[in-house]
């Protein structure tokens, strides 16, 4: 009896534990089609979500999703709290607690104006938005470029500058005149104002306020660099076996063209 025991018992301590049978990660979402679109009662889609639910999928990971505001998904992926932030422009802070992958996006974020507004002023770097007195509305943390930081310290870029919680806040607070301009995404912008019926009444500027490159970050709490480097590989074998093409397809971009999803 007791040789039974200890051969069951060192069977089982051989068996893995359930714990450890299952990785989860969790990914930061919201509302902003065509990156995350939700859908009441049913799993998200759009770029981002698809993007990774494959590559992790085929990791053998799942992935759930959490609706965090922006700022707060920082620290949250800092804690360890959140796995995964996607769109996030490299900055050496980050680097502290973010793993970068190599699968990046370059789609610009750009300045939109009130359509009347759009020949009153010439626009060309941040300098010129206080220097005329526009007033520029951004979403609530967002590093509308990578140096963005620092022209936001200048206390007369302070003096200009609003934010909002949501896309649609912004395009609120230019519409009725609260701000005079706000920088977004370019080609969430693109779909949103068709949604929220201000095409026409809002556009876009010369002025891109960013075209570098933005990543999925990984939190340095909860991920390791090998699991980072086997996303970065599974969407890499994702643009091999075109399912990053039908992916793209599903939301009418072509590949390479106003996104550009690579290794």
């Known amino acids: 009896m007791i040789l039974l025991r200890a051969a069951l018992l060192a069977m089982l ?28 009662g049913g799993p998200p889609t759009g770029l981002h979500a698809d993007i990774a639910r494959e590559a992790l999928r085929r990791i053998g990971c799942r992935l759930d999703f959490r609706e965090v505001p922006f700022t707060r998904s920082l ?3 800092e804690e360890g709290k959140l796995d995964i932030v996607p769109d996030l422009f490299l ?13 990046r996006s370059r789609v610009p974020n750009r300045l939109f104006v009130r359509a009347a507004d759009r020949e009153r ?3 060309h770097d941040f ?3 206080p220097r005329l007195g526009i007033r520029l509305g951004i979403e609530t943390g967002a590093l509308i470029s990578p140096d963005f930081a620092a022209i936001s310290a200048d206390p007369a870029f302070k003096a200009i500058l609003s934010t909002a919680h949501t896309h649609t806040g912004l395009w609120h607070m230019l519409e009725t005149g609260r701000v005079d301009a706000v920088v977004l995404d370019e080609l969430a912008a693109k779909r949103e104002l068709v949604a929220e019926g201000l095409n026409g009444k809002i556009a876009a500027t010369d002025f891109v306020t960013s075209g570098e490159a933005a990543y999925f970050g ?17 969407v890499a074998a994702m643009h ?5 093409t039908r992916i ?5 971009l072509a590949a390479g063209a106003a996104i550009d999803l690579s290794e």
């Open 240 to 244: 091999k076996d075109g399912t990053m």
């Open 91 to 103: 900055t050496p802070e980050r680097e502290r607690y973010t793993l970068y992958s190599r699968t």
């Open 248 to 252: 793209l397809a599903g939301y009418g």
């Open 13 to 40: 301590a051989a068996l893995p534990a359930v714990a450890d049978a299952e990785c989860v990660m969790t990914m930061r979402m919201v509302d902003d089609p065509p990156y995350f679109i939700l859908h009441a």
């Open 121 to 123: 002023w010439q626009i």
């Open 75 to 77: 620290k949250e992926l």
């Open 218 to 234: 990984f939190s340095r709490a909860t991920v390791g660099e090998d699991q980072r480097d086997r996303f970065d590989d599974a």
């Open 127 to 129: 300098a010129d938005l």
